[in-house]
């Protein structure tokens, strides 16, 4: 298995898209629609928020997906579609244009929508819109990109991803693209984000492959702890590698998750490194528990601290903040076993043995803490298990985007 | 019950004070230690942080008041006094110079500290400043305002407060002082905090009043989500009011805990006013709930959710904040019910109605917003049960604050 250029467009037979259509009222020049469709029927799976207020689109994805597969997918950024009015109808108009476009039935479109809640979502643009949009399709990396910009909203850069590997004697391909940046606080679902692959495999075993990769990768981060309204993570594979269609869990469905794991980790990171405002991108890694799940809760309340957070903001090797965030973190520990380092390529530090501070070299902690990737790594010295999850810090930036996000 | 002026030396029998030791080594003009003192033995109980990883003056604590005694409480600031070499042993030297100053037995003085986790206390500086503050010590408002400005950390304002009830046809006053300002996120314990009262009561009771008042006053409060090490809430009774001994759930007990309710709830407000950087108190009420409790979690998730603190920050009326907090809380809802509105003394605003947007006067959202005491109202449209919390906006002040808090 090896990363490849490329995202969405990665696989054979797919193709994507985005332009500008008029959802993003402020910006004429940003895209706002983005299009991905497959040459054939794909056997397909979403996973979305557990939030109790959900966008519309997701009750129109969980019917169109119902029989397993899909042949397009359509997102727009600018307007969440959430607690607006109409928003059902709007996001089955959305697939419809799509479509009369494609020539499939409209239970075969996906639709996804991230932006501003509460407000209307301007249908009659995207619907004027999406015949253009079907014509500037692409099957090659400029695809792929038109799209990954088009779902942007706060993020800086785009988020795509590919890998290659070899299923069933056959070279496969998966490739995704995915947006942040703030309210990313994935639980079970995760933000937008669409993956395409050319392996053969049934609709039962994507959505088991979806599940299981979505809770090691997208449910490992978090930006700002506010689980949006709108995560969906969609998966579409479309057969055209000629392997042995995957339809139990074998050596072949272990290659496909194996690549979809390592697929949806770098996307996820991505996410977590683009927070909004962020200046640091955060791993820790959580060593020697007793459990896989008490080092994710453990690692999951460093990440999420607010405090923690702002101290490496700050370039502040404050390792309190870190034990404090362990001590809330609902799991038992023994706290007098606990050390912590800080890491990057500048080096590493060991700031807290047994549960106890040492003194150690502020000029180096400060090195380190500089950098733009830091490590906080932490052993529980209680057990053999592991567990990283990825954050960012929380900037003055995050702040300003934030205090005026509407307008 | 009326509220008066004054802090812990409001009720009869209690002197304090507070001066700078050292503990503090930036500014030699701030104060540093606090101390209380009863003229006679007191019923006291106290709660505190359900942080797996404690001070150790709560270890101390939980030691010295298992009789349900005290004759005296000592405070420093500028270090947690967690996580630190000889923590234990630190705490008890602190409460061991106050009882040699005092006259009483070591078990009955308590102690707290709050500051910097993980460095060594400077318990010679504090053992060599005491009897300088034990002289220092006065009944009136100055020796409270002394040890209220003693427990300071990044705190802006002095926090205390005073009431004023009758008790079994005796008149009764208690008083208490407090901190914050970050690190605020009150599980079951809450943050510094020192109550006395000269009412009658005994030890079990007392213990049993303050138990049900953290839970509605404190419990209610966040500033940034993360629960500190140190939280401490302590009150004593000294029975100089001359009531007949509250010992058993009576008339009278129910008038002690209703003024104690208030005072605690006054303090905690002044807490999340002063959260660190803050520029607005967020109040935010939910009614017509099924049950109080749902009401609190709904609520504590929108006072605790960045993205709500930050759209206040920026005076933004981003509802869709407030529903999306709303429906990752972990409770069940339907979200066609919901109504939300900003209020503040500059007026009220309905913005969501049945869980869709309205249009709004974005002139008057602003007008609103733009206060310093904000409203947020909630109704959930299923039950007739309420609850308000508090909390307070993030700003680019916190984040400087918490970039840079050991140095």
């Known amino acids: 298995m090896k990363m490849i250029s490329g995202g969405v467009c990665a696989a054979q037979g797919f193709s994507a898209g985005g332009i500008h259509m008029g959802v993003k009222t402020h910006a004429t020049w940003k895209k706002d629609v983005a299009l991905i469709v497959s040459d054939c029927t794909c056997s397909a799976a979403a996973v979305y928020t557990k939030n109790k207020v959900k966008a519309a689109h997701i009750y129109v994805d969980m019917d169109h997906l119902s029989n397993g597969t899909a042949r397009a997918a359509v997102i727009n950024s600018g307007n969440a579609n959430a607690c607006a009015p109409h928003g059902e109808e709007n996001a089955i108009r959305m697939c419809a244009a799509v479509a009369k476009e494609v ?12 932006g501003v809640i509460g407000q209307t979502l301007n249908i009659a643009a995207i619907e004027a819109g999406m015949p253009e949009l079907y014509k500037s399709l692409s099957a090659g990396e400029d695809g792929s990109d038109a799209a990954a910009h088009a779902i942007m909203t706060t993020d800086t850069v785009i988020k795509e991803a590919a890998v290659e590997t070899t299923v069933g004697g056959k070279t496969v391909r998966m490739g995704g693209i995915a947006k942040g940046s703030g309210m ?9 984000c669409f993956l395409t692959t050319d392996c053969a495999i049934s609709p039962a075993m994507i959505k088991e492959a979806l599940l299981e990769t ?4 997208f449910n490992r981060i978090s930006v700002d702890g506010d689980t949006s309204t ?9 057969g055209m590698a000629g392997n042995a269609i995957i339809t139990e869990k074998n050596a072949d469905y272990a290659a496909l998750v194996q690549a979809l794991r390592e697929l949806c980790i770098k996307l996820a990171i991505a996410m977590a490194a683009d927070g909004e405002g962020a200046k640091h991108l955060i791993t820790c890694t959580v060593n020697n528990a007793e459990t896989e799940a008490k080092a994710e809760t453990i690692s999951k309340a460093v990440i999420c601290s607010t405090l923690t957070k702002a101290a490496i903001f700050g370039c502040d090797a404050n390792w309190g903040r870190v034990l404090c965030a362990m001590g809330y973190s609902g799991e038992d520990f023994d706290p007098t076993k606990v050390s912590v380092w800080f890491e990057s390529k500048a080096g590493s530090i060991l700031v807290c043995k047994d549960g106890e501070g040492l003194e150690f070299d502020e000029d180096l902690a400060k090195a380190i ?3 733009h990737d830091v490590v906080i790594r932490i052993d529980l010295g209680e057990g053999s298990e592991s567990c990283t999850c990825w954050g960012c810090d929380i900037t003055y930036d995050y702040i300003k985007i934030n205090g005026d996000y509407r307008t």
């Open 230 to 238: 709108n995560d969906t993570c969609c998966v579409m594979a479309n």
């Open 369 to 371: 803490l500089t950098e």
């Open 214 to 217: 979505v809770n090691v990768s």
């Open 103 to 114: 020539g499939c039935d409209v239970k075969d479109v996906v639709a996804a929508s991230t």
């Open 184 to 192: 990313i606080h994935p639980n079970m679902g995760t933000m937008l």
